[in-house]
């Protein structure tokens, strides 16, 4: 009686834990089965938080076949993916109902796969510009002639594509060069300027700091230049110091390991000046709308033109209603021989550039009042401050004096076209929702997306 007893119990455990056994299996197979994490496509290993899923690294010119795969297909899928993934075994991770998301240049989304579906924005990240020796007061980072210019990836290339275009540079006066990771570990000069994207906080950045180049902002470089061809760059200004600061700040409280501790602070910048901010676009699906442009021939070709030293965008006097006379560049000054003196009023040169000039009051004061005709718009009117506003390119030298020729011929988004002479239509400052209101092209011309 009592061994039956004990067997009864023996065999009532087993049952229990059988069906425990039972219900673990089953969870797992729904849990398998319903929660899908994404496989994340990229192009910078680096760039990207590891611990976030599963990731499938590409190459840029394979990362450019995949984009053309999608293009033509308006799929991303197993097969799409094939085109720039080589490997078979990595291939294979992908099933047919997997759940694929791309992370891509915003850029590339919406002019080259012309995409309206909703796009996730992954972490902020921004360009700098990487160079060899320490930059000088009179270097100018926009003056590409006779350069080598480098970059790593896409979105690096597309920017470099922007800035030469953006100044009216000659493609064929800058040696564009693609570099790797190995290459940035050869002591010996390989450029004179790289510019890359990097994401704050990502390992990107500190792999770049430990390379022992000196990591700059885009000092004297007008945004609104670049955002003519790549407008989805944001205007800031901040010091390159103040980023690597945050973000050893961010991984100390978080115990992270971190090499910035030990970096060499002399190689990063301390000056204030643009620093461009980008998100990635995070892509899992495709729908198209139509867009007027296309790829021309001569995608890299522009006008060949003279240099100014400096293009600096100078800072007005500020507040003011207009009407009367100031000093553009000190406001502090308030007479016309002190303001246009080349001398401080001790005998000492001048270090920065002032105009005596009037303020404007009225938008027909002002010589690019509306003659942008192609929509309704106002720009180039009279704004805060009694400043005219100028299409982006024109160098202001006042607040109403300007020049626009040579190199600060005003930029158009129609000035090669020859069917549309005499109307030009003027790029200004933030155009971009305005533009796409009244169905415009936003962009001057398409960037190449393929490395050399």
């Not at 119990?9 to 319903?34: N, P």
């Not at 990063?268 to 139509?290: D, G, R």
């Amino acid at each position: 009686m009592y061994l039956t007893y004990i067997s009864l119990i023996l065999l009532l455990i087993i049952l229990v834990a059988v069906i425990i056994q039972y219900t673990i299996s089953r969870t797992y197979f729904i849990t398998e089965r319903f929660i899908n994490d994404p496989i994340t496509i990229s192009e910078n290993v680096l760039n990207i938080d590891a611990s976030s899923g599963e990731h499938i690294i590409v190459d840029g010119n394979n990362f450019a076949n995949i984009v053309d795969a999608i293009k033509k297909t308006s799929k991303i899928d197993k097969d799409t993916l094939g085109t720039g993934i080589e490997d078979p075994s990595v291939l294979a991770v992908i099933r047919s109902d997997s759940n694929i998301q791309l992370l891509i240049d915003p850029y590339i989304n919406y002019y080259i796969l012309n995409n309206t579906a909703t796009v996730g924005n992954y972490k902020e990240g921004v360009f700098v510009c990487l160079s060899f020796k320490v930059l000088r007061d009179k270097d100018c980072i926009w003056d590409l002639k006779n350069k080598v210019v480098a970059y790593l990836f896409m979105s690096d290339y597309l920017f470099i594509q922007a800035l030469i275009k953006g100044y009216n540079l000659d493609i064929n006066d800058v040696y564009i060069k693609k570099v790797s990771y190995t290459d940035l570990k050869n002591t010996e000069k390989m450029f004179d300027y790289l510019f890359t994207y990097m994401v704050l906080d990502s390992e990107y950045m500190n792999f770049i700091c430990n390379q022992r180049y000196y990591i700059n902002g885009l000092k004297d470089v007008d945004i609104n230049r670049i955002k003519a061809y790549y407008p989805f760059v944001k205007e800031n200004y901040n010091t390159v110091k103040y980023y690597y600061d945050k973000s050893i700040e961010s991984k100390n409280k978080s115990n992270e390991s971190n090499s910035l501790n030990d970096i060499d602070s002399l190689y990063i910048s301390t000056e204030k000046s643009l620093i461009p901010i980008m998100s990635y676009a995070i892509i899992s699906s495709v729908e198209n709308f139509i867009t007027r442009l296309e790829m021309p021939g001569d995608y890299l070709e522009a006008g060949k033109e003279s240099y100014y030293t400096s293009d600096k965008k100078q800072e007005g006097a500020g507040g003011g209603t207009g009407g009367y006379y100031g000093c553009y560049g000190n406001g502090e000054i308030k007479g016309k021989f002190e303001c246009d003196s080349y001398y401080n009023i001790d005998g000492t040169p001048k270090t920065y550039y002032s105009l005596w000039d009037k303020r404007c009051v009225a938008d027909d004061e002002c010589p690019y009042y509306k003659a942008n005709t192609k929509y309704p718009n106002t720009r180039g009117g009279c704004i805060e401050g009694g400043f005219c506003e100028f299409p982006v390119g024109v160098k202001r030298l006042g607040y109403t004096k300007y020049s626009d020729t040579n190199l600060n011929t005003p930029l158009c988004y129609n000035c090669d076209d020859p069917e549309d002479k005499g109307k030009p239509d003027y790029v200004f400052e933030n155009d971009f929702n305005e533009r796409v209101k009244s169905k415009l092209n936003t962009i001057i011309s398409l960037l190449d997306y393929r490395g050399l």
